[in-house]
């Protein structure tokens, strides 16, 4: 008994610490992964600044790269109409551009020309405008008369006219290589102008006395990085996003409640920067809103470990059982056997030490007691062993025709004189006879009147069978009049080796047989059940089929 | 399906590409003595002029240069002049070569890359000068200048005032006739002799033409072609004296007369040509209409052409030609009727293998007629064929019927080749080539669309395998159609193709400059007309190209970063975009062959991919 107690202590106390470690990973991991969450949010935050400013950018790129350097397809071409309908075009494509400076000036080998000369080469402004678009839609434009004295005009003419004195003739520059002549980007504003063509170099730079005069148009766009639309792709991570200039302290006004960052702008708009905020409680719910599926997959984790633990205690709460239930039967079973092997031991040493002859009467009461107790021995090992085969399926069944009324008679009469104060009734009724193994089937009727006396009261030994052929089956009711069978108690009497304790299987039991009965049954295809009233008398049923 | 597997069948042998390409003499002189003949040999890339001695077949050879390019000429006094581009320096160089003793002398070195040099005549009388016209003192102004090629003196003969664009010479190279334009108005200028001065006698719009040809030496008359106060240019004969059109020497009213032949050495008129759906002739000189009757029963079917002659007018050199022969040249003496074969153009080549090109004629979407031309594959049904559209490449010109190496290329590799005289096109009277005037992307374009149109509805043109390709404004033409009519082309391929008309205004060189307003008037003004050059210049719309493209190099690509922008926008369409001309870029002027060679190569494997014939 100490070997069980201790088996059951020992599974106890792992099972708790199953639980505290379970429940401790849990609560670890459920903090862990908050608190990479928390900042895997704050890392998006900074690093996610870079799409929205590409996002945001994305139109002033296009400027720059495609619709600026159209000006450079006009080859000098622009008049004050088409220049007029070009900066049209980019106001309500680009509406942060907020004026547009356009000259159109000549490039000519004019040596004597008044303006001021670029290495030798005259570079003189012929007409100028600045456009903006009104309220309107419309665009104004008006001549820009100070257009000499502008520093943008200036710093172009002399970056072109440093172009063409150094220019090589002999190649084609590329797109890349006249890059920083054809552009120049400060904050605020991006000047643009078409660069002599080579076919011009070569003529401005041979030393030709005629007159070369080439046209050529710049344009400055005044860009206001007030009017840039700040596309926020990702309005779950960033509350507010605004332009702010390059000197704004954002710790001026922090009330360290905030969350923010800042990326500065690329171009024209370097004087600025996009700066980007969040409050705490607007990340917090934004944390909350990312660890909600990671918590819900931990916890599913979790159960499924639980529920593995519950499932593996319970095997072995029934493995308990079973073992409890074996250990049970070999008491009782040895029990069983010792009662006859000591009745022979007796028998056997009474014989040995008889001091005297014994006498016929005393030879006849030994030989009878020893053949009795071997037939006691014999029938229980029977019974285990067709209990062994049976649950093993190793028997065969060997069908033959029975006739009920003579078969169950034939039990009776020998039950009868087995028990004489057993009151043992029969009724058949709708059937004669049927196919069957009689072995079986008559072990089944042992078994139940076994039964129905063993556990009946002396004075209630009473066991009536019914005998009834339905349609497809026979069914067999076996009904007495005796302790019956407690309620929590119906649905283990068919298990192997249990027994219910009461005062009537103290001897000779080892509550084998309804199990051996349900046993047969199956194995014969039919059912076995059972209705009980306690202190009143039990019902089985049994039904098999034809 | 069927068919085309038919087809396939009797598909004839493909001719190499570079078997079309070949040519290897050209430039056959005969001369004035009637004792040589000089010609060009091109070798791979050397080029060699040959000195024929015709009484005893003995060849000489002098090699000119490597990578330059030239032509010769003869002067009275038999000696053979030669001038030179070269391709890399851009230089010019003019020398002579004693046909007797082969001595050659430089007469002329100029480096300047500009250099325009056009000979204007040589002298009976004085055969040591040459007379000629340069750009020497101005690239813009073409001046006169006479040269002596013994004493090597150059002087200036007449001095430009800068609106002179032509000067006509008299046959000992004097001139009293020259032709000046503000860039809208031509006005034909005249003096009695060299110490008078030039006085204008006739003034017209560049849309009527007068073009002096020679005194008729009867008082001051001259002759001309003139299509004043008519549609269709005609010979005439002007009276310098009052300007007056005195009559009418020939004229058709099918087509402008193209070539007068005028014999400056025995001064008279000799015939008219012109393009009608082939080309035509009208002999005006019975000594000339016998020798040609002659040719003709010797040499039938071809196009025959007296290309030289020796003074004596006994021997001559004659070309003949067609679309399927890419030209011969023969020695024809006129005493004996003796016709000697002097050589092939393209010897590599067998007539027979060659496509028929077939005069077509459709009425465009407004009624007007329009002709051209369409070359089918040999041995196939005309019906449901592969086409390749291929615009002229200027819009001032025109297609003629004759032989064409790319044409019959691309016929012989299994596609009808369809050429369109859209209006604008020349020889078909000035109505019509009016009617092209700023139609650049309009009227011009449409004229190609419903004809490739009209293929379809003709059933000969498969409408899911039509290609379009084009050169410079063909190219622009087949860009705007692939733009501008995205179902209707399979692929596009164009070579240095005209992307920006406002490039094209600041391309113009400077010595064209005169001819600005006139060009204005014809394309359009690209500062009054800004938004229609926007509007059609492929630069501006490389987002409507949906068709796969191939981009070959011209010759010296100028604008080879507009080229550049213009295919990566195109890139950006999802477009595949095969690009050759950024690979093959040189400086020179000219396409050297084997450039041209993997162009066609790389046009005929673009073609077979796109349109998916073999």
């Excluded at chain 2, 007797?100 to 040589?122: C, H, M, P, Q, Y």
């Excluded at chain 2, 590599?348 to 070359?375: H, R, V, W």
């Excluded at chain 2, 981009?551 to 690509?557: A, D, L, M, Q």
Aim: with cysteine.
């Amino acid at each position: 008994m100490t070997k069980q107690k201790y088996i059951y202590r020992k599974n106890l106390l792992l099972i708790i610490a199953f639980i505290v470690l379970l429940s401790g990973i849990l609560a670890a991991a459920l903090l862990i992964t908050f608190g990479l969450t928390r900042k895997f949010v704050e890392s998006e935050f900074s690093t996610r600044t870079i799409a929205v400013m590409e996002r945001t950018m994305r139109p002033y790129d296009d400027l720059f790269r495609n619709k600026i350097p159209e000006i450079n397809n006009y080859r000098g071409f622009f008049t004050k109409k088409s220049a007029s309908e070009y900066a049209d075009s980019v106001f309500s494509d680009y509406p942060f551009v907020k004026r547009v400076d356009f000259y159109h000036f000549t490039i000519s080998n004019h040596t004597n020309g008044h303006s001021a000369k670029a290495e030798g080469k005259d570079i003189a402004i012929s007409s100028a405008y600045h456009f903006s678009p009104d309220s309107g839609g419309k665009i104004k434009s008006s001549p820009n008369v100070e257009a000499k004295s502008s520093d943008d005009f200036k710093l172009m003419k002399a970056k072109v006219g440093g172009f063409i004195k150094t220019a090589d003739t002999s190649r084609l520059y590329s797109v890349e290589e006249t890059y920083g002549i054809s552009y120049d980007i400060k904050p605020g504003k991006i000047s643009y102008l078409n660069i002599p063509r080579l076919e011009e170099l070569k003529d401005l730079l041979s030393n030709t006395s005629t007159l070369s005069v080439y046209q050529h148009d710049m344009m400055t766009f005044y860009l206001d990085p007030n009017k840039l639309v700040i596309r926020n792709t990702r309005p779950e991570l960033y509350q507010k996003i605004s332009i702010k200039q390059i000197i704004y302290d954002p710790l001026q006004d922090d009330n360290d409640q905030n969350l923010f960052r800042e990326i500065p702008l690329p171009g024209a708009f370097s004087e600025y920067k996009l700066y980007f905020q969040s409050s705490k409680a607007f990340i917090t719910a934004e944390v909350i809103r990312n660890f909600l599926p990671i918590g819900a997959a931990v916890l599913v984790v979790y159960l499924f470990i639980v529920c593995i633990g519950w499932l593996i205690y319970r095997n072995l709460n029934v493995n308990h059982k079973l073992f409890k239930l074996q250990y049970d039967f070999i008491n009782n079973f040895t029990h069983e056997f010792k009662t006859p092997v000591s009745v022979i031991k007796i028998a056997g040493s009474n014989l040995r030490n008889a001091e005297t002859a014994i006498t016929e009467r005393q030879q006849r009461h030994y030989g009878k007691i020893l053949d009795e107790e071997a037939d006691k021995l014999n029938d229980l090992m029977n019974r285990l062993l067709s209990f062994t085969q049976l649950e093993n399926k190793s028997i065969q069944i060997k069908k033959e025709e029975i006739v009920l009324d003579e078969f169950v008679q034939k039990y009776i009469d020998t039950f009868k004189i087995k028990y004489p104060k057993f009151k043992l009734t029969c009724r058949i009724k709708n059937v004669g006879s049927f196919e069957s193994d009689p072995v079986l089937l008559g072990s089944i009727f042992q078994n139940m009147i076994e039964n129905a006396y063993k556990y009946s009261p002396p004075d209630r030994k009473e066991l009536n069978i019914d005998i009834e052929g339905t349609k497809k089956d026979i069914v067999f009711l076996f009904t007495d009049k005796g302790i019956g069978i407690p309620k929590n108690e119906i649905d283990n009497i068919f298990k192997k080796f249990y027994r219910i304790e009461s005062q009537y299987n103290q001897n000779g039991s080892v509550g084998l047989g309804l199990a051996f009965c349900k046993e047969l049954v199956n194995f014969m295809n039919g059912e076995i059940s059972v209705k009980s009233k306690l202190n009143q008398g039990s019902e089985f049923k049994i039904v098999l089929p034809y | 399906m069927l068919v085309s597997a038919l087809s396939c069948h009797r598909k004839q042998e493909q001719i190499p590409v570079e078997a079309f390409f070949n040519a290897q003499v050209s430039n056959f002189h005969i001369s004035p003595n009637g004792k040589y003949i000089s010609y060009f040999k091109r070798d791979k890339k050397k080029q060699t002029l040959i000195l024929r001695n015709i009484a005893t077949g003995v060849e000489d050879t002098s090699v000119i240069d490597q990578g330059s390019r030239g032509d010769h000429f003869w002067t009275y006094n038999n000696q053979i002049v030669i001038t030179k581009y070269s391709r890399k320096r851009g230089g010019f160089q003019l020398s002579a070569i004693d046909a007797a003793t082969l001595k050659t002398r430089t007469l002329l070195s100029i480096d300047n890359e500009r250099v325009s040099f056009r000979l204007l005549g040589r002298s009976v009388k004085h055969p040591d000068i040459l007379t000629f016209i340069m750009n020497q003192r101005d690239s813009t102004i073409l001046d006169v200048y006479r040269l002596n090629i013994t004493t090597g003196e150059l002087k200036m003969y007449i001095k430009n005032p800068g609106n002179v664009t032509q000067f006509y010479t008299d046959p000992d190279g004097g001139i009293r006739l020259e032709k000046s334009s503000d860039g809208v108005n031509e006005t034909i200028l005249y003096r009695q002799n060299d110490n008078s001065d030039f006085k204008p006698i006739l003034s017209n719009n560049f849309k009527n033409l007068v073009e002096p040809i020679a005194f008729t030496g009867v008082g001051n008359y001259f002759y001309a072609k003139s299509n004043v106060n008519r549609d269709k240019i005609a010979l005439v004969d002007i009276n310098a004296d009052n300007a007056k059109e005195e009559k009418v020497i020939f004229s058709s009213d099918k087509a402008d007369i193209d070539e007068v032949s005028y014999s400056k050495y025995k001064q008279r008129l000799e015939m008219v040509t012109w393009q009608e759906a082939k080309p035509k002739r009208h002999i005006l000189d019975a000594r000339m209409n016998a020798i040609y009757a002659d040719l003709e029963q010797q040499l039938p079917g071809d196009e025959i052409r007296i290309s030289d002659r020796d003074t004596t007018e006994q021997n001559f050199l004659i070309n003949t030609s067609s679309d399927r022969n890419p030209g011969s040249t023969y020695l024809y003496t006129a005493g004996s009727k003796k016709l000697v074969k002097l050589a092939d153009m393209n010897p590599g080549i067998n007539q027979g293998d060659l496509c028929e090109m077939k005069p077509i004629s459709f009425k465009a979407g407004d009624g007007t007629l329009i002709n051209g031309y369409l070359t089918y594959p040999k041995n196939t049904d005309s019906v449901n064929l592969p086409v390749v559209v291929m615009p002229h490449s200027d819009f001032w010109n025109r297609n003629k019927w004759g032989y064409n190496a790319e044409v019959q290329f691309l016929a012989n590799r299994g596609y009808a080749v369809f050429q369109v005289n859209y209006r604008g096109s020349t020889g078909y009277g000035k109505e019509f080539y009016s009617a092209g005037f700023k139609q650049v992307g309009g009227k011009m374009q449409d004229d190609i669309t419903d004809g490739v149109e009209w293929l379809i509805a003709q059933k000969i043109a498969n409408p899911k395998k039509i290609a379009i390709f084009g050169s410079r404004f063909g190219g622009f033409s087949a860009l705007y159609g692939a733009s501008f009519h995205q179902s209707l082309y399979a692929c596009v391929a164009v070579q240095s193709p005209l992307l920006n008309m406002f490039t094209y205004f600041s391309d113009v060189p400077p010595f064209l400059k005169p001819k600005l307003s006139m060009l204005y008037e014809m394309v359009g003004n690209p500062e009054t007309d800004a938004d229609q050059f926007r509007a059609i210049s492929p630069i501006f719309n490389a987002n409507k190209i949906k068709v796969p493209l191939i981009v070959f190099p011209g010759p010296r690509e100028l604008n080879a970063n507009e080229l550049a922008t213009f295919i990566s926008e195109v890139k950006k369409n999802g477009v595949h975009v095969t690009d050759i001309s950024g690979k093959k870029n040189n400086d020179s002027n000219f396409l050297p062959r084997e450039h041209r060679l993997d162009m066609y190569k790389d046009l005929e494997k673009f073609l077979e991919t796109n349109l998916g014939q073999k």
